[in-house]
């Protein structure tokens, strides 16, 4: 009779579509008993955990939808390639600091190297 809170409080948090909660309730509520954490914040560290999941589930799933041919990211890039970029730059910039304080940026040159072919246009 004592699984019967947690089978109803897994059912509940399925049928609100909270599987994070499903997923890391127990868990957390170990942690938070072990630090002394009251309730308030235990609810809080689980809704951090499911705002945080649904965020990156959103992501995935757009990725997806827009079918890119691969997936990339600043973390693989390979800034040796062209000496020219400034490291430093891109990375703040990717930090988007700028749009806080409601600054401009403006990116000037080709956006991809231009292709050459062989066959001329009809």
Sequence with gaps: MSATPQVLLGHHLKALKLPTFVREYDK??????????????????????????REQRLVERRIRAARFPAVKSLDSYDFTALPSLNKALVLELARCEYLARRNNVIALGMSRPTEFSSETPK
């Excluded at 008993?33 to 945080?52: P, W």
């Design 28 to 53: 957390v509520a170990r942690q938070c008993a072990a630090e002394g954490v009251d309730h308030v914040r235990y609810l809080l560290r689980l809704a951090e955990l499911e705002l945080i999941d």
